[in-house]
């Protein structure tokens, strides 16, 4: 399995930044790709960028693209969403995932931080 916990949330005023990290333990030698998803309230979860755990490539939901940057340290197994010119419509619970070879689908999930964007 794999342990995946979020940290770095909170409340910041529109136009800010905010690091969150996402710290990965267990059988992390499993894992292929790393995503960041987000919920607001009374909407579904969606897609916001994924990295893969080996070469680095990444991918970008377009309302993001710009704006956030993913990244990855391998030897501390974690993964990074700097979060710049934050809106109001950001304002989100931000939960870590991660897909692990085999499967097609993110198969481990972190219990998500809240990010909350004042105007």
């Known amino acids: 399995q794999v342990q995946l916990v979020e940290s770095g949330g909170g409340l910041v005023q529109a136009g800010g930044s905010l690091r969150l990290s996402c710290a990965a333990s267990?059988?992390?030698?499993?894992?292929?790709?790393m995503g960041w998803f987000r919920q607001a309230p009374g909407k579904e979860r969606e897609f916001v960028a994924r990295?893969?755990?080996?070469?680095?490539?990444?991918y970008y939901a377009d309302s993001v693209k710009g704006r956030f940057t993913i990244s990855r340290d391998n030897a501390k197994n974690t993964v990074y969403l700097q979060m710049d010119s934050l809106k109001p419509d950001d304002t989100a619970v931000y939960y870590c995932?991660?897909?692990?070879?085999?499967?097609?689908?993110?198969?481990?999930w972190g219990q998500g931080t809240q990010v909350t964007v004042s105007s």
């Open positions: 990295i893969r755990w080996s070469g680095g490539s990444t």
């Open positions: 995932a991660a897909r692990t070879s085999g499967h097609t689908n993110y198969d481990y």
């Open positions: 267990g059988r992390t030698f499993s894992v292929y790709t």
